[in-house]
């Protein structure tokens, strides 16, 4: 009976024991969460760098900068500091980019006589071609003409008028 | 017949040392018309412009007997006598009509001959009548008829104003020439023509550039001009008959202006800066080889011819600042010609070949019109006051001289007998200038 009885609370127990263990918490598979499908990625070629485009932009702002219209004392065509220091300037540019081409434009104020103004306009703007060439431009790069007083950027008959008026003025092609 | 004028043939010659006729003109002048023996006896008047007398004359307003006057916008008599009067040969007194108390008034005057006429408009045609009468005897001195489409009804006034210059002086008239200028308007500068006095004007250019430095080219319908319209400054010539334009050659290199026109040899002088700085160059006018006339450093410009070829005044600031130079017409014998004034240039040789015009600054900044005899011994300033007063350019009988100024403002076409009297406004629309005198 003993054996039986040993059985018996042996049985009891397991169940017993069973019976109050603890249930293991249950398993909650994490839910993945909602993820938007992400679409397929689309093929972009990626962007060439334009240097062509890049070039020009580059230069053409140089041009605007440094294409200064340049004035004259009465009555000469030899360059001022001020003048000679564009001239530099632009001699520079134009080694750095060959394919500017410029009209360089000579101008007279009023005073004097109108045949005399052509040719010093022509004088201005030739001076200023001679020091560019001297520079390193090409000669055929450079072309001229004078409109003497013919063409004043202000019409007024006092020194502040003239002296706006002696001046070469640039047109580039680029 | 044989009128007391034209049996006494009256002459003008210039020159120093001529007889004159005395200043008590109503006296002797008298005796010259009227009261010379009827052989033929040369009376002989200096012509030179300063001092000289003019013969007062009388002048009956003409009527328009026939047709509406207001056919045409001017009266023929009044252009008539201002072509006298302009000439300073003459100096007409008018009255509406011939009485008594006219009569009177001539005499007062000095008048030793009237002017009668009329005149007719019917349709699209003009008659013209024209007479010069003796005050005291009535005697017609001279009579002329002209007749033609309306539109040339002024042109005959001139032709009788030229009449009786050929018959009273022995020498051609002025009323006939005409001026080619430079006219500005927004945008550039065209070249146009108009009679002497004004009227008339026509378009020689129409490029809608700028267009510079006409002149006549021997006769009054062909001129020459520098052109922008192609670029750099180029000749283009004018036939304004046919109304035809074409370029005179094309340059290959730098800029042509200035021309001046020797029609003894048909050639041109001009300034060129085909080998860089200005220079003045000579060429056959239609094309053909050009000859390098200078050589110094510095700008020349401004050729102008003497009157027989032989030589050439122009412009140079080779001594430092700008100045009168003279050359025989191959470039040799140059020598200086002004020295005294601050800046000379544009001259024009006069066609008498006595005396050169050009515009200097003597003090201050304006140009005013003087002239020099071509040894530079004697000078005279013609103009004064504080416009600008430039391009000189000669009557071809050279007793006056046209010019540009601002006096009034805006540049207008005036004109001066040669020792500076008696100046005239020509243009008055604005924005005129560079002047060139025709032939006649």
């Not at chain 2, 004159?20 to 109503?26: D, L, N, Y």
């Not at chain 2, 006769?219 to 046919?242: N, R």
């Not at chain 2, 370029?247 to 290959?252: D, F, M, P, R, V």
């Not at chain 2, 020792?419 to 002047?435: A, F, K, Y």
Request: proline share 6%.
């Amino acid at each position: 009976m003993k054996i039986i009885h040993w059985v018996l609370s042996g049985i009891l127990s397991t169940l017993l024991l069973s019976g109050c263990a603890k249930k293991p918490a249950p398993v909650v598979e994490p839910v993945p969460p909602k993820v938007e499908a992400t679409p397929p990625p689309i093929k972009v070629e990626a962007p060439k760098v334009d240097e062509a485009a890049l070039r020009r932009q580059r230069i053409q702002a140089k041009i605007s900068e440094i294409f200064k219209t340049i004035y004259f004392t009465y009555d000469q065509s030899s360059l001022t500091d001020d003048g000679k220091a564009t001239c530099e300037a632009i001699g520079q540019l134009m080694k750095e980019a060959l394919d500017i081409t410029v009209r360089l434009e000579g101008h007279a104020d009023e005073r004097g006589t109108n045949e005399y103004n052509l040719a010093l306009g022509e004088h201005r703007a030739q001076s200023i071609q001679a020091y560019l060439v001297s520079y390193g431009v090409a000669v055929a790069r450079l072309s001229v003409i004078s409109y003497g007083e013919e063409k004043p950027a202000v019409e007024g008959q006092d020194e502040a008028s003239w002296a706006k008026n002696r001046r070469v003025e640039f047109t580039t092609t680029f | 017949m044989n009128s007391f004028i034209t049996g006494n043939n009256l002459r003008k010659t210039l020159g120093r040392g001529n007889p004159r006729v005395a200043p008590t003109q109503g006296a002797l002048l008298g005796a010259v018309f009227f009261l010379m023996p009827a052989f033929a006896t040369d009376v002989v008047i200096t012509s030179e412009q300063k001092g000289a007398e003019s013969i007062a004359l009388g002048y009956v307003e003409f009527p328009c007997v026939s047709g509406n006057p207001k056919a045409v916008a001017y009266h023929p008599g009044a252009v008539l006598t201002d072509d006298l009067n302009f000439s300073g040969r003459f100096k007409v007194k008018g009255v509406p009509k011939l009485d008594s108390l006219a009569k009177a008034g001539f005499k007062d005057s000095g008048a030793l001959a009237y002017l009668q006429g009329e005149y007719s408009l019917e349709g699209d045609k003009y008659s013209l009548y024209c007479e010069l009468l003796d005050i005291e005897t009535g005697e017609k001195i001279i009579k002329k008829k002209y007749s033609g489409p309306k539109d040339q009804l002024r042109q005959a006034s001139h032709q009788f104003a030229d009449e009786m210059v050929s018959q009273l002086f022995g020498e051609k008239g002025i009323a006939q020439t005409r001026f080619v200028y430079v006219n500005k308007r927004p945008g550039g500068k065209e070249i146009l023509v108009m009679d002497y006095d004004g009227a008339n004007v026509h378009e020689v250019s129409r490029n809608k550039s700028i267009n510079l430095c006409p002149i006549f080219l021997g006769s009054k319908d062909k001129a020459l001009y520098t052109s922008y319209a192609v670029g750099v400054p180029q000749f283009f010539q004018a036939d304004m008959l046919s109304n035809k334009i074409t370029q005179a050659y094309a340059s290959k290199r730098g800029m042509s202006s200035s021309p001046s026109y020797n029609k003894t040899d048909k050639e041109i002088a001009y300034a060129s800066t085909m080998d860089g700085n200005s220079e003045i160059y000579r060429r056959p006018v239609d094309g053909g080889k050009a000859s390098r006339l200078t050589f110094a450093d510095g700008i020349d410009t401004s050729p102008s011819w003497s009157p027989n070829g032989y030589e050439i005044v122009f412009m140079s600031d080779r001594s430092g600042k700008p100045m009168l130079y003279i050359m025989d017409r191959d470039g040799s014998n140059l020598r200086r010609l002004t020295y005294d004034l601050d800046y000379c240039g544009s001259p024009a040789w006069s066609p008498k070949g006595d005396r050169i015009a050009f515009a200097a600054m003597d003090e201050g900044n304006n140009l005013n019109i003087h002239t020099i005899t071509p040894d530079g011994k004697s000078l005279s300033k013609l103009t004064t006051g504080s416009g600008s007063n430039e391009s000189p350019t000669w009557s071809p009988d050279g007793r006056h001289i046209a010019f540009m100024s601002t006096r009034t403002g805006s540049p207008e076409i005036f004109v001066i007998a040669n020792d500076g009297r008696d100046p005239r406004r020509i243009s008055h629309t604005g924005g005129n200038s560079m002047p060139s005198w025709s032939n006649y």
